[in-house]
Nanobody
Framework: VQLQASGGGLVQAGGSPRLSCAAS????????MGWFRQAPGKEREFVAA????????AYRDSVKGRFTISSDNAKNTVYLQMSSLKPEDTAVYYC????????????????????WGQGTLVTVSS
Protein backbone atom coordinates (compact mmCIF):
# COMPACT_ATOMS: atom_id res chain seq x y z
CA VAL A 1 0.00 0.00 0.00
CA GLN A 2 1.30 3.43 -0.92
CA LEU A 3 -0.07 6.82 0.01
CA GLN A 4 1.22 9.69 -2.10
CA ALA A 5 0.60 13.15 -0.70
CA SER A 6 0.95 16.29 -2.78
CA GLY A 7 -0.08 19.91 -2.90
CA GLY A 8 2.21 21.44 -0.32
CA GLY A 9 4.47 24.43 -0.82
CA LEU A 10 4.97 28.02 0.20
CA VAL A 11 1.69 29.82 0.73
CA GLN A 12 0.88 33.31 1.94
CA ALA A 13 -1.23 33.73 5.03
CA GLY A 14 -4.88 33.64 4.07
CA GLY A 15 -4.20 31.28 1.17
CA SER A 16 -6.26 28.24 0.19
CA PRO A 17 -4.18 25.32 -1.05
CA ARG A 18 -5.54 21.82 -1.46
CA LEU A 19 -3.62 18.74 -0.43
CA SER A 20 -4.22 15.42 -2.12
CA CYS A 21 -3.46 11.91 -1.00
CA ALA A 22 -3.73 9.14 -3.55
CA ALA A 23 -3.79 5.56 -2.34
CA SER A 24 -2.54 2.67 -4.42
CA UNK A 25 -2.18 -1.00 -3.76
CA UNK A 26 -5.57 -1.38 -2.17
CA UNK A 27 -8.80 0.46 -1.87
CA UNK A 28 -10.15 2.03 1.28
CA UNK A 29 -13.75 2.02 0.14
CA UNK A 30 -15.11 1.32 3.61
CA UNK A 31 -12.17 2.54 5.62
CA UNK A 32 -10.96 5.74 7.19
CA MET A 33 -8.50 8.28 5.85
CA GLY A 34 -7.03 11.20 7.67
CA TRP A 35 -4.52 14.00 7.79
CA PHE A 36 -2.00 14.68 10.52
CA ARG A 37 0.69 17.33 10.72
CA GLN A 38 3.95 17.91 12.47
CA ALA A 39 5.44 21.34 12.97
CA PRO A 40 9.15 21.81 13.64
CA GLY A 41 9.99 20.79 17.18
CA LYS A 42 6.47 19.60 17.91
CA GLU A 43 4.71 16.29 18.06
CA ARG A 44 2.54 15.01 15.28
CA GLU A 45 -1.06 16.10 15.70
CA PHE A 46 -4.39 15.19 14.22
CA VAL A 47 -5.90 17.54 11.64
CA ALA A 48 -8.90 15.88 10.00
CA ALA A 49 -10.36 12.49 9.17
CA UNK A 50 -13.01 11.05 6.91
CA UNK A 51 -14.78 7.77 7.46
CA UNK A 52 -16.03 6.61 4.10
CA UNK A 53 -18.72 4.35 5.45
CA UNK A 54 -21.22 6.88 6.71
CA UNK A 55 -19.32 9.91 5.47
CA UNK A 56 -18.36 11.00 8.99
CA UNK A 57 -15.75 13.70 9.40
CA ALA A 58 -13.68 14.91 12.32
CA TYR A 59 -11.49 17.99 12.73
CA ARG A 60 -9.19 19.42 15.32
CA ASP A 61 -10.70 22.55 16.83
CA SER A 62 -8.13 24.97 15.42
CA VAL A 63 -8.98 24.08 11.81
CA LYS A 64 -12.76 23.79 12.06
CA GLY A 65 -14.38 26.14 9.59
CA ARG A 66 -11.13 26.58 7.68
CA PHE A 67 -10.22 23.08 6.50
CA THR A 68 -12.44 20.56 4.72
CA ILE A 69 -11.65 16.90 4.17
CA SER A 70 -13.26 15.05 1.31
CA SER A 71 -12.84 11.85 -0.62
CA ASP A 72 -13.11 10.68 -4.19
CA ASN A 73 -13.78 6.96 -4.03
CA ALA A 74 -13.33 6.46 -7.75
CA LYS A 75 -9.81 7.88 -7.53
CA ASN A 76 -9.10 6.36 -4.12
CA THR A 77 -7.99 9.82 -3.08
CA VAL A 78 -8.61 12.02 -0.08
CA TYR A 79 -8.28 15.78 -0.15
CA LEU A 80 -7.69 18.46 2.43
CA GLN A 81 -8.94 21.83 1.29
CA MET A 82 -7.33 24.46 3.46
CA SER A 83 -8.35 28.09 3.65
CA SER A 84 -7.53 31.16 5.72
CA LEU A 85 -4.13 29.72 6.40
CA LYS A 86 -2.15 31.04 9.33
CA PRO A 87 1.60 30.87 10.01
CA GLU A 88 0.87 28.38 12.79
CA ASP A 89 -0.47 25.97 10.16
CA THR A 90 3.09 25.54 8.90
CA ALA A 91 3.96 21.86 9.15
CA VAL A 92 4.61 18.67 7.28
CA TYR A 93 1.21 17.21 6.51
CA TYR A 94 0.86 13.45 6.46
CA CYS A 95 -2.02 11.43 5.12
CA UNK A 96 -2.97 8.21 6.79
CA UNK A 97 -5.38 5.42 6.02
CA UNK A 98 -6.84 2.25 7.38
CA UNK A 99 -9.15 -0.22 5.67
CA UNK A 100 -11.07 -0.43 8.91
CA UNK A 101 -14.08 1.62 9.84
CA UNK A 102 -12.55 3.47 12.75
CA UNK A 103 -14.88 4.24 15.62
CA UNK A 104 -15.76 7.90 15.76
CA UNK A 105 -13.93 8.56 18.99
CA UNK A 106 -10.73 7.05 17.58
CA UNK A 107 -10.61 8.84 14.25
CA UNK A 108 -8.24 11.44 15.71
CA UNK A 109 -5.81 8.87 17.08
CA UNK A 110 -2.76 7.97 15.03
CA UNK A 111 -3.08 4.45 16.44
CA UNK A 112 -6.17 3.95 14.27
CA UNK A 113 -4.13 4.15 11.08
CA UNK A 114 -1.75 1.55 9.72
CA UNK A 115 -0.74 3.18 6.41
CA TRP A 116 1.08 6.49 6.19
CA GLY A 117 2.22 8.72 3.35
CA GLN A 118 5.57 10.45 3.14
CA GLY A 119 4.33 13.92 4.04
CA THR A 120 4.11 17.19 2.19
CA LEU A 121 5.45 20.46 3.60
CA VAL A 122 3.16 23.45 3.87
CA THR A 123 4.89 26.70 4.78
CA VAL A 124 2.69 29.70 5.51
CA SER A 125 4.35 33.07 5.25
CA SER A 126 2.98 36.07 7.10
Amino acid sequence: VQLQASGGGLVQAGGSPRLSCAASGRTFSSGTMGWFRQAPGKEREFVAAFRRSGGNTAYRDSVKGRFTISSDNAKNTVYLQMSSLKPEDTAVYYCAATPKRAILSAMASHWSYDNWGQGTLVTVSS
